[in-house]
Every structure is written in C-alpha cells, then in structure tokens.
C-alpha cells in the first residue's frame, strides 16, 4: 500500500512542519487541498500543542502531521554561557541593552516532556514525527500500541536504518539544502548530503516510504524525486510566505530580498540554515568562542533579535529558509497547493 493511500491524501505535497511558522490555518489549507498538513510544536508546552491540534482538527478532517523535537537534553555550561554572553555584549550595547544575566532554555525535549506524549494519545493525530532523533523504545512502543504512526527526519543511511529498526512508518529524508535545523541525530556528524544524494543512498537500502525534504519549491521538483524513489516531498519555505503562516511582516519582506542561505549553529546553538545576515557574516567568525549550545543559545538569539526589531533593524532576525528562497512565490497556500498540483500533472 502507498504511503498517500495509507494516509488517505491525494497528492505527495507536504507541509514541512516549521516551529514557529505553521498555523492550525496553513496546517487545514494544505490538508484540505489534498496534500498533508503539519504543526511543528517543538518550541511549545503541552497546552499550546493540544490548542494548536484541536484548533487544527476543528478546521479540517483530513489527515496532518504534528512534530516534536527530541533533542538529547544537557544541562548549562557557566563558563561558556558567561563566555557566550560576552562575546555579544556589544550587539545587546548597541541598543543600549544589557547581556542577559542568566539563559535559560526556551523549551523542553519530547523525551522529558511526558505530558506531550500524553496530548498525543488524547488527540490522536494521523501522524507523529520526530526532529533531531527518536525518542525511547518505551514511548515508542506507546505509539505502537496506540496504532499512532510515527516518523523521524534523518540525515544520512544510518540514522534511516535505526529508524526502520524502531518501527517508523516512514522517514523523512532531509537534505542539506533545507532551511531551519539540521535532522541530524548528532549535530557533531552530518554527512552534508544534498536531497537527490540522499535518495539515492537510502532507496536501494530501506524498504521504508521516504518523504524527501531539502530545496523542494515546484512540483516539477517534486515530480524528478517521484521518479527517483520517493513517495512524497515536504516543502517548508515554499510556504513561509503564505498569509496563513505566522511569519511576521518583517520576516517576510526579509524572505522576499533574500539572495542566499547559509548553515550556521551560532543562532540556536544547533546548526541550521537561514539567510545571510550577521549571524553568519560577523558572529560566525572563525576566532569566536564556543557557543552556549542548544537550546540555550537560541534563548539568547531571540531576545537580541527582538530589541533590534523593536528599532528597526532586522540584520539579527532568525530567518531559516532554504537554498530554495530565491523560487519563493508570494502566494497563500490554497493558490500554492492549487500551482503546486499543476505543476505534478
């Protein structure tokens, strides 16, 4: 049985599920086009993940999918933290602000949340995935038993093979050319290849359905990985755009000038790829010292991200996107679904 007949969809159109971007709105559009929704609610508590699926579900009964980040959770460095916030003291000054006395992190893995575990079986969603690995065998072996199908982006063959191992339904095979965080499940070793490199790695390897994800903005591209193996694509920046969306005004305008993208892990603390701006031209500097590593660095990033949008200046807005930005239409998501399935046919 195919991946879009066991979900019941009908085109092989997914919405990447972006923390901080996807809205129960964006979410019910793409589902009810015919392509599968997501909510990304890694950044969010229990309460604001169970609202987001419920509000999702109260919009449309077609299938989405719901992602949580399950990152391997470390306590705070002192002398990196102190270290950290000092070497952007002087980005803080320039707005006539303090550094930051104390981080803190901005929100918790799936794996030490058992309360998300908990909205899940009380929602019931269509599908689980997973970002930056899986969580334990016993959670697992929850959704087993719940007949929840889970997920979990991967980066290269080996992470794809532990996850057929574990029991995913299907893998999310993530390109390095996607915008926001790398998949990988160690953030020290990624194997940096492109989203057709991937592909072809792992069809031949993993009798798994595969939703290639990295770069993918027409369906024309989504056709050339049909053909190659995968049996759907997930697109994320195609849709940041979108009114639907919850990118602000300032980070769209930043998403229609953008010329390029680059991997940095100075932002969050993990490595991701955003536009070009000076978290990658001038903080990313070859002498800077260890970051405070994630998600504590991240907590840092926004807030000096804030005050320099407070006033008027943009240069340190967290703008993941891919390598894709330049193809970006201005369209909300029906009209993109309805381009998008033009385009397959």
């Not at 993918?216 to 969306?245: D, H, K, P, W, Y």
């Not at 200046?313 to 891919?322: P, R």
Request: proline fraction near 7%; charged fraction near 15%.
């Amino acid at each position: 049985m195919s991946l879009l007949t066991q979900l019941g969809i009908r085109y092989p159109i997914f919405l990447a599920p972006m923390a901080g971007i996807t809205t129960p709105v964006l979410a019910s559009r793409v589902s009810e086009a015919g392509g599968l929704g997501a909510l990304g609610l890694g950044a969010g508590d229990p309460f604001q993940a169970e609202a987001a699926i419920r509000a999702t579900q109260q919009l449309t009964s077609q299938p989405f999918q719901v992602n949580f980040f399950c990152h391997r959770s470390t306590p705070l460095d002192p002398a990196k933290s102190r270290a950290w916030c000092e070497y952007l003291s002087a980005h803080f000054a320039q707005f006539e602000q303090a550094v930051p006395a104390q981080l803190l992190s901005p929100y918790a893995s799936f794996t030490d949340s058992p309360e998300l575990l908990d909205v899940i079986l009380a929602t019931r969603p269509a599908v689980v995935s997973f970002h930056f690995g899986l969580p334990p065998k016993s959670i697992l072996q929850v959704l087993q038993r719940a007949k929840i199908p889970y997920w979990v982006s991967v980066t290269r063959l080996s992470e794809a093979l532990y996850a057929q191992q574990q029991g995913c339904s299907a893998i999310i095979a993530q390109g390095i050319e996607a915008g926001g965080h790398r998949a990988t499940f160690d953030p020290l070793c990624d194997a940096g290849l492109s989203t057709r490199e991937l592909l072809q790695q792992l069809a031949p390897q993993i009798s798994l359905p595969i939703i290639s994800a990295g770069g993918v903005m027409t369906g024309g591209q989504i056709n050339q990985l049909l053909t190659q193996g995968a049996s759907a694509a997930q697109l994320g920046t195609a849709f940041m755009a979108c009114r639907e969306s919850a990118a602000s005004d300032q980070l769209r305008q930043r998403l229609s000038t953008a010329k390029s993208t680059q991997i940095t892990d100075v932002i969050s603390g993990r490595p991701a790829r955003g536009v070009i701006g000076r978290w990658q031209q001038e903080i990313d500097s070859p002498i800077r010292p260890p970051h405070a590593g994630y998600p504590y660095s991240y907590a840092l990033a926004k807030q000096l991200d804030k005050i320099a949008c407070a006033q008027g200046v943009t240069d340190y807005q967290v703008c993941w996107a891919g390598t894709g930005v330049t193809a970006l239409r201005p369209l909300d998501a029906s009209p993109l679904m309805q381009t998008l399935i033009a385009e397959l046919q």
